[in-house]
């Protein structure tokens, strides 16, 4: 449930149709734009959105996404759901990898914030270091709603 729309527990069967063009995203600039229309607990949804990239170099890349969704159900009625993002991806060499992310919902009125941090120690074994925040942006204008610190080591042994 989320900004007074409850879903009720059913057995809901849903059918998507989409259409997708992207861009290669090899290339300096880039973009993609998605239509999507299809079922959403026993009402419809029709989404569509889009992004934009730019390759700095090899070791930044910096896009941007937004995505409306325009749901009606007969319980609930009609309404939409907004979110855009801004997200940068960063490589300082061969074994250093950074992603940030800033995203605001506006059905749920929340901004995230989520940064992570990827060295790969060994080939196949990872340290991982991700921080995640959201923050409530509608009564009370910017109060931390969830923080996640999360540590992760992998390491693959060969036997």
Same mark, same amino acid.
């Given at each position: 449930?989320?900004?007074?729309?409850?879903?009720?527990?059913?057995?809901?069967?849903?059918?998507?149709?989409?259409?997708?063009?992207?861009?290669?995203?090899?290339?300096?600039?880039?973009?993609?734009?998605?239509?999507?229309?299809?079922?959403?607990?026993?009402?419809?949804?029709?989404?569509?959105?889009?992004?934009?990239?730019?390759?700095?170099?090899?070791?930044?890349?910096?896009?941007?996404?937004?995505?409306?969704?325009? %749901?009606?159900?007969?319980?609930?009625?009609?309404?939409?759901?907004?979110?855009?993002?801004?997200?940068?991806?960063?490589?300082?060499?061969?074994?250093?990898?950074?992603?940030?992310?800033?995203?605001?919902?506006?059905?749920?009125?929340?901004?995230?914030?989520?940064?992570?941090?990827?060295? %790969?120690?060994?080939?196949?074994?990872?340290?991982?270091?991700?921080?995640?925040?959201?923050?409530?942006?509608?009564?009370?204008?910017?109060?931390?709603?969830?923080?996640?610190?999360?540590?992760?080591?992998?390491?693959?042994?060969?036997?």
């Amino acid at each position: 449930m989320g900004n007074g729309v409850e879903i009720k527990a059913d057995n809901y069967t849903d059918t998507q149709i989409q259409f997708l063009a992207r861009a290669n995203q090899s290339r300096g600039i880039w973009g993609d734009i998605k239509i999507e229309k299809g079922g959403y607990f026993g009402g419809n949804r029709t989404q569509y959105g889009g992004s934009v990239g730019k390759r700095f170099s090899n070791h930044l890349t910096l896009y941007g996404s937004t995505n409306r969704n325009l %749901i009606s159900m007969p319980s609930q009625g009609k309404f939409t759901a907004d979110i855009s993002g801004i997200t940068a991806e960063m490589a300082l060499n061969r074994k250093w990898f950074g992603k940030a992310l800033i995203q605001y919902d506006n059905f749920s009125e929340q901004i995230q914030l989520y940064c992570r941090i990827n060295w %790969i120690h060994t080939p196949g074994s990872d340290l991982f270091i991700v921080l995640n925040q959201r923050y409530d942006m509608s009564k009370s204008k910017g109060s931390l709603v969830q923080g996640t610190q999360v540590v992760k080591l992998t390491y693959l042994f060969q036997i």
